[in-house]
T-cell receptor, first 115, second 114 residues
């Protein structure tokens, strides 16, 4: 099946710094990628839809200036958490849409801890 | 807008017993339906999907689900569970016309008891 990677898998950063998370589709091209945030024991919360070559579409309540998304190629989308705060600590998951099958393939997630 | 309801947040079941995880959705348009499984500290894996055709869909690891349009349900079943099935299960829906934005249920934690 299709493979999506995320890097890093875990990151600890200090409050006020920025962190970049990469999401790559390894064996297929994805014009659309999604970024989710997952809290413990809860479902995935869609943060934004990332479209290659255009601006990301953010869900209501998600600060676009804080969570910067760039989808510069058909295999790479990045999420940058700017000026991180402890409340940004979470599990961030990306997915890539295999358009013809309407299937999303998920990355393994990134555990962000802000101290 | 779509919404997905997973009525059971936790389901304990003994090994080799059957299990059903319930999923209901609300939508005014035609949808595609999915079940995903998440093992601890891992991303989601697709178990099965319904796009069209037969309403009974078979997936990986012996799971199956049945699409019931009149009841707007897509319940997941397995006739005999294994310890390795212990995980979080998520139901998801997307609109046929757009196929873009996915809506997830809150998840069901399945615990298989030896």
């Amino acid at each position: 099946g299709a493979v999506v990677s995320q890097h890093p898998s875990r990151v600890i950063c200090k409050s006020g710094t920025s962190v970049k998370i990469e999401c790559r589709s390894l064996d297929f091209q994805a014009t659309t990628m999604f970024w989710y945030r997952q809290f413990p024991k809860q479902s995935l919360m869609l943060m934004a839809t990332s479209n290659e070559g255009s601006k990301a579409t953010y869900e209501q309540g998600v600060e676009k200036d804080k969570f910067l998304i760039n989808h510069a190629s058909l295999t790479l989308s990045t999420l940058t958490v700017t000026s991180a705060h402890p409340e940004d600590s979470s599990f961030y998951i990306c997915s890539a849409l295999l358009g013809v099958t309407y299937e999303q393939y998920f990355g393994p997630g990134t555990r962000l801890t802000v101290t | 807008a779509q919404s997905v309801t997973q009525l059971d947040s936790q389901v304990p079941v003994f090994e080799e017993a059957p299990v059903e995880l319930r999923c209901n959705y609300s939508s005014s348009v035609s949808v595609y339906l999915f079940w995903y499984v998440q093992y601890p500290n891992q991303g989601l894996q697709l178990l099965l999907k319904y796009l069209s055709g037969s309403t009974l869909v078979k997936g990986i690891n012996g799971f199956e689900a049945e699409f019931n349009k009149s009841q707007t349900s897509f319940h997941l079943r397995k006739p005999s569970v294994h310890i390795s099935d212990t995980a979080e299960y998520f139901c998801a829906v997307t609109e046929r016309d757009t196929g873009n934005q996915f809506y997830f249920g809150t998840g069901t934690s399945l615990t298989v008891i030896p």
